[in-house]
């Protein structure tokens, strides 16, 4: 039974829109909208008081309309710290961007461009070249095309060129990308033919050869990105792909997934495949993402063969992924320090690769020493973090994590999330873990801070 008597006590809506603190609302909101939030408000407060709450002073109500109203004006996507040691974390925004792409981006963003434009001719020009000069330059590719994700990409190729025709792909790249995306119902839906060939982990040349047919337009080569394949397994090499392609009038389309431009090697990581390697291997196409390896923002990148860039530049379904100026603009000045050899010290995702393990070490030492006697035991310990994204399946590099141990690490977890600044830590063994890899060092005084805060309960 709800309680009537407390029901009662709750102010009007007219009542609570006079109070002084909602009067202060007024400059900002318009009368409708207000009401409209202190309705809320009050609904919400009924639902509470039937459940056995009793009613709230006047005084409480209006400063829940002054939250309401804030939260109605705070946007739901926000900068988070990212303290997991996970170097491209998809739930977080994968690659963070340089400060030069921020720059290209906030210039071109904050008022009109050449996008479409010949500055020389005065004439309408194409988006599209702005970043291909420096694409192929930087991998060697005749051409290429910038799209609104790696995903769309690969559509696009397959809607492109096999379109009503064959596909052939090994039952071992038949994947899911992530998100509950399979690469088959990206295949479908490009009206391309899905041909199956060998095993989920042996697929043979004579394979491919057996399925091979007048109706082949394609075969797709998609790598590993998400997991590793370990024991009886065999991959057919991408060479001999190439030439049993050309040989049929077929075309070698490789979705390489995070396209590497660097190697991965000296950071005492596994070998990933570069896009240049791929390209050198003999694919027809290369396909792979702006915002993973790459270091940039979300973007699908096509190179290889001008012809084929050319039809596909063409195609319908290019104006449905088209990529947005902000997007080039970034990923052009995202680029740029591959050319000059400079993406190690220029690209955060690159830097975050390659911390030396004392540079960790001692802003892990820095971060304790802050935070030494604030109720907690901290100490630095070994850890690994990881580079994620669907880039370097199992492969970790070691770092130094601050370690914090409280009776409940999972409520210090939370009240790091939920924070004024947003952090995202790791509970490891009942020790809630804080890795200085993938927190950039313009954020280490709001970690700590906040770190300060989540402390006191
Ligand atoms: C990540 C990935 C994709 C999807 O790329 P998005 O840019 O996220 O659309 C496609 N293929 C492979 C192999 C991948 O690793």
């Known amino acids: 039974m709800a309680n009537r008597e407390e029901l009662r006590k709750l102010p009007s809506v007219d009542r609570l829109s006079g109070h002084p603190k909602v009067v202060e609302l007024r400059d900002r909101w318009e009368r409708d909208r207000l009401n409209l939030i202190i309705r809320r408000v009050l609904e919400d407060e009924r639902k509470l008081i039937a459940s056995g709450a009793s ?21 739901s996507l926000k900068p988070v710290i990212n303290a997991t040691g996970v170097i491209l974390h998809t739930n977080l925004g994968r690659a963070p961007l340089s400060p030069e792409a921020i720059r290209a981006m906030v210039g071109v963003g904050s008022g009109y461009s050449n996008l479409e434009f010949i500055l020389e001719e005065g004439q309408r020009g194409s988006r599209y070249v702005h970043a291909e000069e420096l694409l192929c330059r930087i991998t060697g590719a005749e051409a290429a095309l910038v799209v609104n994700n790696n995903a769309s990409a690969v559509l696009l190729v397959l809607a492109g060129l096999a379109h009503g025709r064959e596909a052939l792909i090994s039952r071992g790249h038949l994947v899911e990308i992530g998100g509950g995306f399979r690469l088959p119902d990206v295949m479908r839906q490009s009206g ?5 060939v060998g095993t989920t982990n042996r697929t043979y040349l004579r394979d491919y050869q057996e399925a091979m047919s007048e109706e082949t337009a394609i075969i797709l080569h998609v790598h590993h990105s998400n997991f590793q394949m370990a024991g009886f397994v065999h991959e057919t090499p991408l060479p001999d792909l190439a030439a049993l392609a050309r040989r049929r009038d077929a075309k070698l389309v490789n979705d390489l997934g995070s396209g590497a431009l660097l190697d991965t090697d000296p950071m005492g990581l596994a070998h990933e495949p570069t896009v240049q390697e791929g390209l050198a291997d003999g694919s027809d196409l290369v396909c792979f993402s702006g915002d993973k390896l790459l270091g940039g923002p979300q973007a699908g990148i096509i190179v290889g063969d001008a012809r084929l860039i050319g039809r596909l530049k063409a195609h319908p379904l290019t104006r449905a992924i ?9 990923l052009q000045a995202t680029l740029i320090p591959y050319l000059n050899g400079r993406a190690t010290e220029r690209i955060p995702v690159w830097q975050m690769l390659a911390s030396p393990i004392e540079e960790l070490e001692a802003r892990a030492e820095r971060w304790r020493a802050e935070l030494e006697g604030q109720g907690a035991q901290v100490e630095v310990v070994d850890s690994r973090s990881t580079v994620g994204g669907g880039s370097l399946p199992g492969q970790t590099l070691p770092t130094r994590a601050l370690s914090i141990s409280v ?33 950039l060092p313009h954020q280490e005084e709001d970690l700590l801070r906040a770190v300060s805060e989540a402390l006191k309960g």
Do not use: F, N, Y
């Open 407 to 439: 009776p409940d690490p999972s409520g210090l977890a939370h009240r790091l999330r939920v924070g004024e600044v947003a952090v995202v830590a790791r509970v490891e063994h009942d020790k809630l873990l804080l890795d200085p890899r993938t927190v």
């Open 55 to 75: 009613c709230p002073s006047e005084e409480a109500l209006a400063q829940k309309v002054v939250w309401g109203a804030a939260g109605w004006e705070e946007p």
């Open 192 to 196: 391309a033919r899905l041909v199956e």
């Open 322 to 330: 088209r990529v947005d100026k902000l997007i080039l603009a970034g």
